[in-house]
């Protein structure tokens, strides 16, 4: 998912560098604001122990494939026909293809035969998804909602202009209708569980964000025309999922409250939404897609959808960190709540809360000032710094080039002077997912042996 508004990838190796420079003993990382959960997932494969948190559901669903996968997913409950041989050489050399292309972050250690192997049965799965897929005619609510041959996709927006929406090609949106609602059909039948219905919701997100006929979020598509991002046909590729030991903890909740029940880690990674762009309203519809297959009533979710993006609005979550004068309380409240001894806060200093949105090619460094302040406050933490990502490129990290990207992108780390134990799960749950009977399915799990104060905690 390269194109998530502020998705970390092209920073990973840097992040690494500066961490292991500064905290080299590290071995634990608490991610609250997951997102595509790249920064989990690279240090899960480099041993560590990880905890993903995200107000987005889509995110939970990547989360449980990409951190929670500990030992090769059987599909035992499916009959699993096999694979046409045509199929899976195709599925196999695209695995191989993400490999050379984001394996050195995601698979550092693996051979890519090797990984390809261990998800085969996901992938022989994922193949007869494909098939049937493709052979679907009925539109469904995809169809129907959200592209120009639906009939409920009309929308007025607020300047008065009609249209309809128009979100994926004819053929892509009955494909997609088609996968989800198998999805749905071997999930209430009983013959997948959740955790398999999340890896292969996985597969179908990550595609959703390839051809969707989008300029990259869900708050608007292309009124006119689909593009040809979006003319090609949906496939469903294997995801880069390592099969390996893990520990890790994972919710679905607001990252502020979320904290306070999360165990210990050595790092708190914080990467928090910098403007008024709230990421349930950019992102509804893969809200919306990671709930299909367990929503109790699809009709009634879809009677309420609304606005020009099609989004429902009582499947919505506004983040303080999205107002400017909620955005420091609320950081406090969350690095007091992390029980972590170093915080590391990735700061991007464009177009952000203070710096105006009309007038971002002149930026100032207020929001780096406030940044500050809030880590040289001696109550929360003894000591603290703040570098930019082109000297930590330069002293840490001998890869050179995209320089350009990294100006205006800083990473603050302080030492904690005091930490507090948290009482365990207790995360409360996000009102959307109570009000559409979605809580128990993206609740907050721990994936991994027991842990000593885990179960003093239970006991
Ligand atoms: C800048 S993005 C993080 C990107 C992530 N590091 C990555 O590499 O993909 C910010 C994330 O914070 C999430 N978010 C916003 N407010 C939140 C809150 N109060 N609690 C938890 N997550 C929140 C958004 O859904 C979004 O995924």
């Not at 035969?113 to 022989?124: K, Q």
């Not at 300029?215 to 025309?225: A, K, L, P, S």
């Not at 593009?227 to 607001?254: G, K, M, Y």
């Not at 400017?324 to 406090?332: E, I, K, M, S």
Request: aromatic fraction near 12%.
């Amino acid at each position: 998912m390269e194109k998530y508004l502020g998705n970390k990838s092209s920073l990973l190796p840097l992040i690494d560098g500066f961490l292991r420079s500064r905290v080299p003993t590290a071995g634990s990382l608490l991610d609250p604001f997951a997102g595509t959960t790249n920064v989990s997932r690279y240090f899960r494969t480099r041993g560590w122990k990880t905890a993903a948190c995200d107000v987005s559901r889509f995110s939970y669903v990547l989360a449980r494939s990409y951190l929670g996968t500990n030992e090769s997913p059987l599909f035992s409950g499916i009959g699993r026909k096999s694979a046409r041989e045509s199929q899976r050489r195709v599925l196999r050399r695209e695995f191989e293809r993400s490999t050379v292309k984001i394996g050195a972050l995601y698979l550092p250690d693996q051979e890519p035969a090797e990984a390809f192997n261990a998800l085969e049965p996901l992938s022989t799965v994922l193949a007869n998804l494909q098939s049937i897929a493709e052979l679907n005619r009925k539109p469904g609510p995809i169809t129907s909602y959200y592209t120009k041959w639906g009939k409920r996709s009309a929308y007025t927006s607020v300047r008065g202009t009609a249209g309809h929406r128009n979100y994926f090609s004819k053929s892509n949106a009955l494909f997609l209708d088609g996968a989800l609602q198998t999805i749905r059909q071997w999930f209430i039948s009983g013959a997948i569980d959740s955790s398999e219905v999340f890896l292969l919701l996985t597969s179908v997100l990550e595609e959703v964000v390839i051809t969707a006929n989008v300029n990259g979020t869900f708050h608007d598509f292309n009124r006119y025309r689909i593009w040809p991002n979006a003319e090609q046909s949906f496939f469903l590729r294997v995801p880069l999922i390592s099969c390996t030991d893990t520990t890790t903890a994972i919710a679905n909740a607001d990252a502020t409250s979320a904290a306070a029940s999360f165990g210990r880690y050595d790092v708190c990674y914080l990467d928090p939404p910098y403007n008024f762009r709230q990421y349930s309203a950019y992102y509804h519809f893969l809200n919306f897609v990671a709930a299909f297959p367990f929503l109790p009533d699809v009709e009634t979710y879809l009677d309420e959808v609304t606005h020009v993006r099609g989004q429902n609005p009582e499947d919505d979550f506004a983040s303080d960190f999205c107002y400017r004068d909620r955005f420091v309380g609320a950081l406090r409240r969350l690095i007091d709540n992390a029980d972590c001894e170093h915080v590391v806060l990735s700061y991007y200093g464009g177009r952000n809360h203070w710096n105006h949105w009309a007038r971002v090619d002149t930026p100032t460094d207020e929001g780096l000032h406030i940044i500050n302040a809030v880590f040289a406050d001696k109550t929360l933490f003894k000591e603290s710094e703040v570098v930019s990502a082109l000297d930590i490129r330069k002293n840490y990290q001998s890869r050179g080039g995209e320089q350009k990207s990294l100006v205006n992108e800083y990473l603050f780390h302080g030492v904690r002077r005091t930490r507090r134990r948290n009482p365990l799960d207790q995360t409360p749950s996000l009102p959307a997912n109570d009000r559409f009977g979605l809580s128990e399915i993206f609740r907050p799990v721990f994936i991994g042996p027991p842990e000593p104060h885990r179960l003093l905690a239970a006991g």
